[in-house]
């Protein structure tokens, strides 16, 4: 079968696509024939080597975690799912896998994907999805009408995490490029600042803060908050509280827990799958490439097979 596959760290200029042996499922797992692959920038950084001692890996390497496709065949004593059934989830980074015609992993992973889901929304869900629910529900535990500020709106994580928040009632305020200005006010944002232009510093009385880039974003997050303000970060796993303010980083292992919730809103109507671009396969250097600039609307996918 056809795999994208790294033989050493580095760029995306080190992804290939070459021919491996298709897996087989041992008992309790399952094998799905991928139909769409959503890129995240943890891709990358396992490409470049940089999470070998979080998500240690061997090479050779097929990256990818976030998927959808059709169960092809299933192991020993699965009754999750039956083969041919249309399903979604996520490989433990670790195991990779996504961005090839089949990945094999636990039948407990997946989920099976509504009629009314395309494979491409489908996929999109799993790592952005769980992570904003994480960030913003578990740890931060945002509340009914308070303010939260989310730092990168319109990426994959910053759109869900838009749409999360404005179920949970809160006052959304976000910062995106002026371009995408008018998608985050759709998505539910009160406020939208230019990250360019704008200085977000002005704010304040904020009660949660969604880091998602670090560094000096992050630094001057803490001025804005509130008397009970928190800071939840994607970036920053050293963060602590600071002048009696709560900072938690946020570890995000495993979507399985918030599947069922991303379809239930989906089915709802209270959640939109925003897509950047579409690649094939034969392409996934140019989609991590694409990935690489940080400038994403939303996700980036890979479609594989028919």
Not at 67 to 96: C, H, L, Y
Not at 224 to 233: C, E
Not at 251 to 256: G, H, K, L, R
Not at 259 to 280: E, P, S, Y
């Amino acid at each position: 079968m056809k795999a994208t596959q790294i033989q050493t760290y580095g760029g995306p200029e080190t992804v290939t696509v070459t021919d491996i042996e298709p897996p087989m499922p041992a008992p309790g797992e399952v094998v799905i024939s991928i139909k769409a692959a959503a890129l995240n920038p943890l891709d990358l950084k396992i490409i470049a080597g940089y999470m070998q001692q979080v998500f240690p890996i061997d090479l050779p390497y097929t990256p990818g975690s976030d998927f959808s496709g059709i169960v092809q065949a299933v192991g020993e004593g699965v009754t999750e799912v039956n083969v041919g059934d249309r399903v979604f989830g996520r490989t433990a980074p670790t195991a990779g896998g996504a961005l090839a015609e089949q990945v094999r992993l636990p039948a407990t992973d997946v989920r099976r994907i509504p009629p009314e889901m395309s494979f491409e929304q489908a996929a999109s869900l799993p790592t952005t999805y769980g992570t904003a629910k994480q960030a913003l529900t578990d740890v931060a535990k945002l509340q009914h009408g308070e303010r939260v500020l989310i730092h990168g709106g319109a990426g994959g994580v910053g759109t869900m995490a838009v749409q999360i928040a404005a179920l949970a009632g809160a006052h959304i305020i976000a910062t995106a490029s002026e371009r995408n200005h008018a998608l985050v006010r759709e998505l539910g944002a009160h406020e939208v600042l230019d990250y360019r232009l704008d200085d977000f510093t002005r704010l304040e009385n904020i009660d949660v803060v969604l880091d998602t880039f670090g560094g000096e974003t992050l630094e001057k997050s803490w001025s804005v908050l509130g008397p009970k303000g928190r800071i939840a970060t994607l970036a920053d796993f050293s963060i602590k509280a600071r002048d009696g303010h709560e900072g938690s980083a946020v570890f995000f292992s495993t979507a399985t827990p918030y599947l069922a919730d991303a379809i239930a809103q989906f089915q709802r109507g209270k959640l939109q799958v925003i897509t950047d671009a579409i690649f094939d396969l034969a392409d996934a250097r140019a989609a991590l490439e694409k990935l690489a600039t940080g400038h994403a609307r939303g996700k980036i996918i890979v479609r594989i097979g028919g």
